[in-house]
């Protein structure tokens, strides 16, 4: 399986953005995808997830009602569309995959991409 996000960079506050996942090496059908995100000197934690099967999707408080999750199967690619973006949204972004599990739990996700930064600053 490989995971591969893009879509990062340098934006002001206020301005919008969307993050890329391409996945591949297997059917995603049964896994839920997830966002999370790490700032320097804090732990990864979780921004969103979708279950690729019905997407059902579901938000870290923090980031609900200007994030969205969604995915293309066609394309196999899951997206995070980031809207009004703060300085406290700086962090590397990473996506992952885990099997049927619905889990906010960054250590039960099998597998990540290599993350794509993203910094908001006036």
């Known amino acids: 399986v490989q995971l591969q996000a893009s879509g990062g960079g340098l934006v002001q506050p206020g301005d919008s953005l969307r993050l890329s996942c391409a996945a591949s090496?297997?059917?995603?059908?049964?896994?839920?995808m997830g966002w999370f995100r790490q700032a320097p000197g804090k732990e990864r934690e979780f921004v969103a997830r979708?279950?690729?099967?019905?997407?059902?999707?579901s938000y870290a408080n923090s980031v609900k009602g200007r994030f969205t999750i969604s995915r293309d199967s066609a394309k196999s690619m899951v997206y995070l569309s980031m809207v009004n973006l703060q300085p406290e949204d700086t962090a590397v972004y990473f996506c992952?995959?885990?099997?049927?599990?619905?889990?906010?739990?960054?250590?039960?996700?099998?597998?990540w991409g290599q993350g794509t930064q993203v910094t908001v600053s006036s």
């Open positions: 090496g297997r059917t995603f059908s049964t896994y839920v």
């Open positions: 979708i279950r690729w099967s019905d997407t059902m999707q």
């Open positions: 992952a995959a885990v099997f049927q599990k619905w889990t906010t739990k960054a250590d039960e996700y099998d597998y």
